[in-house]
């Protein structure tokens, strides 16, 4: 198969944005002149928003910048799921990071779902719990998909123990997706409604905004092409493509292509919950009127998703409309497809470190940034304004 989507296929928009919420977001200004604040914040998406009220909860002035719209890279591209716990599971963390560091992350994360629920209600964030498969829906293909699903429930099994014995919610799920683990405390949201519903709310404190795309960053400056923010502070809350705007992080942060698409209506309630199978490489979650959000593959073409691109390829969304059909128990017609830049870290920790003299960077969330990413902006504040260091489960 070739690298280029067919030109009959559906055009690549983010199926998220359809959401009147996210269609009808009215934007932010574009930076035009010079400002100054206590602290500038490069990127708003999850992380970034989490930067920004951070500093208003400690009664700073902030300017915060995007490239972009609000939440128009990763934040608003990913599979929107809210899951407690680092990228690996809290048994592998265990045993690479240490124990407390591994149940230090666990918590402070499900500590910002609660906050994140909070702040933005329940039409926003869903708690449903999420599920873990062995594997992915149905019969397996053959005998190597067999013996891979064998070996993942094995691991399942080593996860649900490792919780049960840190006092963390899980159960065993045996239905008709298959096999896995239930992991109730979780949940799901429409990841560009989140970030747009916090730059709402912070709007009317910090100064946002759009389109404003950091062109040099530097001791207490950040320059665009339409102005100047000087801040005694600029923490850089990037995900992915963080080493290109910050190359001195070359090499302890890489930057990987996401891809997912969105189908047309299936039977309502096939999946009561975010979903993700095969050690988390393919992931889906169905909406309120029954469309899949779904995707995965990376593992399939690893070094051609090594990548700043944010193109979907013919090889990728093949498998995932394969998955679709997997997850939806039946042939699927795919309304949408899309894909963004999402950072990797070589141990799976993030990232939260002094990049320059006055400019800290979190980022390299390992594809699971929407509670692991506000965790790790909230220790980046804190290691730029009071000199703290990150916890161990942070890599500085």
Known sequence: ??????????????????????????????????????????????????????????????????????????????????LGGPAIGVHHAEAGWGLDAALRLYRQTLDELGELARLLGPEVVRRAGSLRLAGLPGEPADSAEQADRDAEWADCEQQYQALRRHGIAVRYYDGELGRGLFLPDDA????????????????????LFEHSPAMRIGTGRVATAGGAVSAGLVVVAVDGRLELLLPELAGRVRTARLQMLATEPVRPGRLPCPVYGRWGYDYAQQDAAGRLFVGGGRDWFVEQEWTPETVPTAGVQAWIEQ???RFAGGPVRVSHRWAASVGYTPDARPLVTAARPGVVACGGYNGTGNLVGPVAARAAVALGLDGTPPPACFAS
Not at 2 to 15: A, K, Q, S
Not at 190 to 207: C, E
Request: charged fraction near 20%.
């Open 1 to 82: 198969m070739t690298d280029r989507l067919e030109t009959d296929r559906p055009v690549t928009e983010v199926g998220w944005d359809a959401d009147p919420d996210v269609a009808g977001w009215p934007g932010l200004p574009v930076l035009s002149g010079d400002l100054r604040a206590d602290v500038c914040v490069v990127g708003l998406g999850g992380s970034g928003l989490a930067a920004v009220g951070e500093v208003l909860r400690r009664g700073l002035s902030v300017v915060g910048l995007d490239a972009g719209r609000v939440a128009a890279g990763a934040a608003g591209r990913n599979g929107g799921f809210l």
């Open 188 to 207: 799901a949201m429409n990841p560009a409604r989140r970030a747009l519903g916090l730059a709402r709310r912070y709007s009317g404190q910090a100064r």
């Open 323 to 325: 998955v679709a059909a």
